[in-house]
């Protein structure tokens, strides 16, 4: 079972889109399996984007991201990260798909409202750098046998 490091971004929050967008991943069948509301420091904020620290836009990217709360989440389901990032969309609202969560809800390349890890070794470094082992908890739903067939996962 794989795991990817969600996080609903300070305009999700402000535009209360927490619940609607949490509600497609849920709808999707992905399990939540840590949850919840913090600040990203600027400290964070450079470790989780060291691969864009050193852009042009990194500035403002930073402080959007440390500008209000966020939700930080971990799911968890079969192919999550691939899944998740489809269901995201392109990194800009205005490039974005309609129907993708980003091409039906954000017009800007930068307050896109979700990040989602790229993939398995992503998700590994960004689960430890927002969650403590113990703050993951076992959850598998008892109506896991309804979401697919016993030989897919
Ligand atoms: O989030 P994603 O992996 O789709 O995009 P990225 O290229 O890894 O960029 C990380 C984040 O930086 C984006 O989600 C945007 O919020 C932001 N960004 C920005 O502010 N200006 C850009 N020119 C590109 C990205
Ligand atoms: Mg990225």
Not at 33 to 44: E, N
Not at 71 to 80: I, K, P, R
Not at 127 to 152: C, H, M, Q, S
Request: aromatic letters at 6%; charged letters at 25%.
């Amino acid at each position: 079972m794989e795991r990817s490091l969600i996080l609903f971004k300070p305009d999700c929050v402000q535009r209360r889109l927490v619940g609607r967008i949490l509600s497609r991943f849920e709808d999707k069948g992905l399990n939540v399996v840590a949850m919840k509301l913090m600040h990203i420091t600027p400290d964070l904020a450079k470790q989780h984007y060291a691969e864009h620290v050193q852009k042009g836009w990194y500035p403002t990217l930073e402080q959007f991201i440390t500008g209000g709360p966020v939700v930080a989440a971990v799911l968890e389901g079969l192919e999550v990260i691939r899944v998740v990032r489809e269901m995201l969309g392109a990194t800009s609202g205005l490039k974005a798909a309609p129907g993708t969560i980003r091409g039906d809800y954000s017009s800007s390349r930068q307050m896109n409202l979700v990040h989602a890890s790229d993939g398995p070794e992503a998700a590994a470094r960004e689960i430890a750098l927002y969650f403590k082992k113990e703050e993951i908890v076992d959850n598998t739903p008892t109506i896991t046998p309804w979401l697919r067939a016993g030989d897919e996962a």
